[in-house]
C-alpha cells in the first residue's frame, strides 16, 4: 500500500495525449515539490519532472507535470510506441520524514 | 557527468547482513543527499534511505531498525548494510544522488537474492 496513489495502467493511442494522476496528503504533495521518473522495461527509473513542473536537460516539452492541492499529474503529448513504460511520481512526506513513492503507472501505447 | 555504480554481494544468506557500495565519479559526494532505493521484482520502487554529505542520515521508518548509510568522502562512495535479510528483502537495488531534493541520478542498480 503506498503512501501515494497512482492508477495502476493507462493507454493510448501514438500521437494522443495521456495524464497520469498522482494523488497524496498535505502531508506530502500539498506541502512538498514531486518528481516524476520514467522506467523503460529492464532500465533504470530516470527523472522526467523534478520540482512539481520542471524538465530536466535533455527531457522533451512532450512531457509535462503540474501540481494542484494534494495531487500531482504528468502530462505526456504526442505519445510514441518508445513511451511505452512504468511511471512513477515520488516526493517527500513530512509526517513520516521520508521520500516517498506511488505504487507505479504502466501506460500502453496501443 | 556524475556516475553511480553499485557494488556488492549478488546472494545473500536470510538473517545475514547485506552490504552495498555505491561508488560516485565524475563529481563530488559533497552537498547532496545520497539515497539508497529498491525495487523487488516486478514491483515498484522503495526508498530505503540517505546520507547526506555531512554524514547526517534518514531511514524510512519501516526498515530503519535494520538499516545503516554511511559515506566515505576520501574514497568518494556511500554505503549500505541492511541486518536481518529475509527473502522480502529480494530486490533491485539503487543507488541516486539527488537533484533539487528527491532521487535523480541512479545507478544502473544490482540484484540482491537472499537465500540460503
Known amino acids: 500500500q503506498s503512501v501515494l496513489t497512482q492508477p495502476p495502467s493507462v493507454s493510448a493511442a501514438p500521437g494522443q495525449k495521456v495524464t497520469i494522476s498522482c494523488s497524496g496528503s498535505t502531508s506530502n504533495i500539498a506541502n512538498n515539490y514531486v518528481s516524476w521518473y520514467q522506467q523503460l522495461p529492464g532500465t533504470v527509473p530516470k527523472l522526467l519532472i523534478y520540482d512539481s513542473t520542471e524538465r530536466p536537460s535533455g527531457i522533451p516539452d512532450r512531457f509535462s507535470g503540474s501540481k494542484s492541492g494534494t495531487s500531482a499529474t504528468l502530462g505526456i503529448t504526442g505519445l510514441q510506441t518508445g513511451d511505452e513504460a512504468d511511471y512513477y511520481c515520488g516526493t517527500w512526506d513530512s509526517s513520516l520524514a521520508a521520500v516517498v513513492f506511488g505504487g507505479g503507472t504502466k501506460l500502453t501505447v496501443l | ?116
Open chain 2, 1 to 116: 557527468q556524475v556516475q553511480l555504480q553499485e557494488s556488492g554481494p549478488g546472494l545473500v544468506k536470510p538473517s545475514e547482513t547485506l552490504s552495498l557500495t555505491c561508488i560516485v565519479s565524475g563529481g563530488s559526494i559533497s552537498y547532496y543527499y545520497w539515497s539508497w532505493i529498491r525495487q523487488p521484482p516486478g514491483k515498484g520502487l522503495e526508498w530505503i534511505g540517505y546520507v547526506y554529505s555531512t554524514g547526517s542520515t534518514n531511514y524510512n521508518p519501516s526498515l530503519k531498525s535494520r538499516v545503516t548509510i554511511s559515506l566515505d568522502m576520501s574514497k568518494n562512495h556511500f554505503s549500505l548494510r541492511l541486518s536481518s535479510v529475509t527473502a522480502a528483502d529480494t530486490a533491485v537495488y539503487f543507488c541516486a544522488r539527488d537533484h533539487w531534493g528527491l532521487p535523480g541520478i541512479w545507478g544502473q542498480g544490482t540484484m540482491v537474492t537472499v537465500s540460503s
